[in-house]
């Protein structure tokens, strides 16, 4: 089963994909993680990377395309696999299209996480991440049992600089903007399914899963 799961900065996203991940042990394609791992490692793609990365650019298409194609090449995908923050463009989506065209890699379905801007305000300004080992908290919806410190590891919680409500209006402008003509490239092949993202996560589970038995 080879996916894509779509939908603006927290819409659930991640949530998800670690379900879907654990259930249908597929590969996992996120190009974001791919791109701090190279990061990490400081590696020629990771400085590079860093470079836009840092200035809240997205790495140029050609850079994200090539890597992509050697991770798929390296990884074992015989059970399908989850594309995650990537193709985030149209070039991106059609680049993609090329390279799996005929093959048994070819995306078979696209989840996008649809959710209202007051909700993922009131989402993304309340949401805490563990220091140490990153799991993700709220301070409503998911906190922690001791107030700033993780439930997992003991680690200091805190809050991503970029997760205010100007920084959000601007990344879902610049989300929509770039992101609705691939979500809409997808829809015109017939492979989108829309998920309710603004329910609880059990029920948001429950969608996902009846999606992908269609
Ligand atoms: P993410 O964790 O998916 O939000 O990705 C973190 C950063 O990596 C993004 O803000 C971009 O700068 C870069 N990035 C991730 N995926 C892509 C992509 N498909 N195309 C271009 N840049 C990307």
């Known amino acids: 089963m080879n996916l894509l799961i779509m939908g603006g900065p927290g819409a659930g996203k991640g949530t998800m994909s670690e379900k879907i991940l654990d259930k249908f042990n597929i590969l996992h394609i996120s190009t974001g993680d791919i791109f701090r791992a190279e990061i990490a490692q400081q590696t020629k793609l990771g400085l590079l990377a860093k470079s836009y990365i840092d200035k809240g650019l997205l790495v140029p298409d050609d850079v994200t395309n090539s890597m992509v194609k050697s991770f798929l090449e390296k990884s074992d995908h015989s059970k399908g696999y989850l594309l995650d923050g990537y193709p985030r463009t149209i070039d991106q989506a059609r680049a993609f299209n090329e390279l799996v065209a005929g093959s048994d890699l070819e995306i078979d379905k696209v989840l996008f996480m649809d959710i209202p801007f007051d909700v993922l ?94």
């Open 121 to 214: 305000a009131q989402r993304i300004t309340g949401r805490r991440i563990c220091k140490k080992c990153g799991a993700i908290y709220h301070i409503t919806n998911k906190p922690s049992q001791k107030e700033g410190v993780c439930d997992v590891c003991g680690g200091d919680l805190y809050q991503r600089k970029d997760d205010t409500l100007e920084s959000l209006r601007v990344r879902v402008d610049e989300y929509s903007k770039l992101t609705q003509p691939v979500l809409d490239y997808y829809a015109d092949k017939g492979l989108v399914t829309t998920i309710n993202a603004n329910q609880s996560i059990e029920d948001v589970w429950s969608d996902v899963q009846k999606a992908l038995e269609d």
